[in-house]
């Protein structure tokens, strides 16, 4: 490391590097050199500055999403042996196969090998280009797809605020409905305006406010659940969940069982996003361990919310629990509370939405600056602000049409439930199960038929046999409801 050392009074005169005089200028040139190189990572870029704590706030943001407010529903379809058996399988099989993913972020080498960017850089590297095009596929068809299932989310949350407050005002009787549309839209401006923030790496506060609004409304579901569990029950619980004959059907129950699952799969799911996420750690320590721990604290602080809130939601509310535990109006009172954990909903999504899009926008504008790198309205980048905010004309044109649409497409297909579901179904297997479980098989150079490698294709084919099922209980589900669905006319 330099050592600097001064003779005697004036800044003119020769210093120590190193214990070899040299001149101040060139010591000052050297000073300057070192803080370049120092602020940049191994591949050139900026260095990360990420912790363990700032990935596991990442993390939470993205697991603790709209999903924990179906959980009760969810659990109601299940019964109290499956239903916690779920979350708790569901939760080592993300953690599990996130480890493995982790390990991927670097080719060959863990501490010193190629970076992979990207989920689909990733998958690139460690299974050649034919398997890129897939992933592609369900990555941005479920980011996509996430992007709308929040703004339906946020838009319901923010209908309660007013729900609750007629319900107070006018009695529980009341016809308080309320169009979403309205509240969609807003949602959207908020996106568009948050869009423009170029990168994870500068969106770490966020992240931090919406954990920490997470934590806030699935406290107070859990709190309210125990209040009413205390107080007595609103409906009846059984060990098998909702009763055939009594309840439902015995197709609907086939049906919301297989849906059930697909919302539970969602609300664990965040593999698309995981190596994004890691790509914000610094090294050393190596990513891979930083990772680790921070998918372990994400993923067991989630799956204790996950079953308070689907458990005592539960047994709080039966097998009538609603779909939506604070917006589905089981709880009337106290309102304040219901309103302050609806806010903390609509700003932890404003978070998620932002951590689960920038892939997508990640992805069309490298595409775009490779295609077109001599375009100043793709290129060039303006500082309106002091700062180091930069605005971009293609960044600004094209993330704002993205949420337009993606906005739009959450008016057309309002369903919570059944979009969770699909989802989740989607996801679940393709980007939590399989591309981690073959990279993680390539990585490690593992023989086929050796006893992992069998154990690993088994669970791979077993989640594939879930994922195929629930999506046509998904579908079958989005069918019926729009049986008697009018197109922008939606009300809570």
């Known amino acids: 490391m330099a050592r600097a050392g001064g003779g005697g009074g004036g800044g003119g005169g020769d210093v120590e590097i190193g214990g070899l005089p040299a001149p101040a200028g060139d010591l000052r040139r050297r000073v300057i050199a070192a803080a370049d190189d120092y602020s940049l990572d191994d ?10 704590w700032t990935a596991s706030a990442h993390v939470i943001t993205a697991v603790i999403g709209s ?17 916690p058996a779920t979350l708790l399988l569901f939760a080592l099989i993300t953690y599990y196969t996130s480890v493995l993913l982790g390990d991927c972020y670097r080719s060959d ?38 992007a709308i299932g929040y703004t339906i989310t946020a838009s319901i949350s923010a209908a ?63 709190g309210l659940s125990l209040a009413q569990t205390i107080k007595g029950p609103t409906g009846k619980t059984t060990i098998g969940g909702t009763q055939i004959g009594v309840d439902v059907t015995s197709a609907q129950k086939i049906w919301l069982t297989l849906q059930a699952l697909g919302n539970i799969a969602f609300a664990y799911s965040y593999s698309m996003v995981l190596i994004e996420i890691q790509d914000t750690v610094k090294a050393p320590p190596a990513e891979n361990k930083t990772m680790r721990k921070a998918n372990l604290m994400g993923v067991s602080t989630t799956t204790a919310f996950y079953m308070l809130c689907g458990c005592l939601g539960y047994s709080a509310f039966g097998n009538d629990a609603p779909g939506n535990m604070l917006t589905g109006f089981g709880f009337y009172e106290p309102f304040w509370l219901i309103d302050f954990a609806n806010v903390c909903i609509v700003v932890h999504l404003v978070g998620a939405y932002q951590v689960y899009c920038q892939p997508i926008y ?4 490298s595409w775009a600056a490779g295609r077109w790198p001599n375009s100043e309205f793709v290129v060039r980048q303006y500082h309106p602000f ?46 939590t199960v399989y591309f981690p479980v073959e990279m993680y098989i390539s990585q490690s150079k593992m023989k086929k038929y050796s006893r992992k490698w069998v154990a690993l294709q088994t669970l791979s084919f077993a989640c594939f046999a879930v994922t195929v099922a629930v999506t046509v209980a998904s579908i079958q589900g989005i069918t019926q409801s729009l049986k008697n669905y009018v197109p922008f006319k939606t009300k809570l």
């Open 109 to 146: 080498d863990a501490v010193a090998g190629k970076r992979n960017y990207t989920y689909m850089d990733a998958v690139g590297s460690l299974l050649g280009k034919g398997q890129v095009w897939f992933c592609g596929l369900c990555q941005y068809v479920n980011l996509v797809g996430t």
């Open 160 to 222: 309660a605020l007013y729900k609750a407050n007629c319900f107070h005002s006018k009695g529980h009787s009341a016809d308080c409905g309320v169009y979403t549309t309205m509240y969609m839209v807003v949602f959207g401006i908020s996106q568009i305006v948050f869009s423009q923030l170029p990168n994870l790496h500068e969106m770490a506060w966020l992240s931090m406010l919406a954990a920490v609004m997470s934590f806030s409304y699935s406290t107070i579901g859990v």
């Open 386 to 431: 002091s700062g180091t905010f930069s605005l971009n004309m293609f960044r600004l044109v094209w993330r704002t049409a993205f949420v337009i649409v993606s906005t739009v497409l959450a008016i057309s297909l309002p369903f919570f439930n059944d979009i969770l579901g699909l989802l989740g179904a989607l996801g679940f297997w393709p980007l």
């Open 362 to 365: 990640a992805a069309v504008e």
């Open 67 to 83: 999903g924990v407010l179906s959980l009760p529903w969810s659990v109601a379809q299940l019964g109290w042996v499956a239903g």
């Open 43 to 52: 591949d050139g870029k900026p260095r990360r500055t990420g912790t363990v």
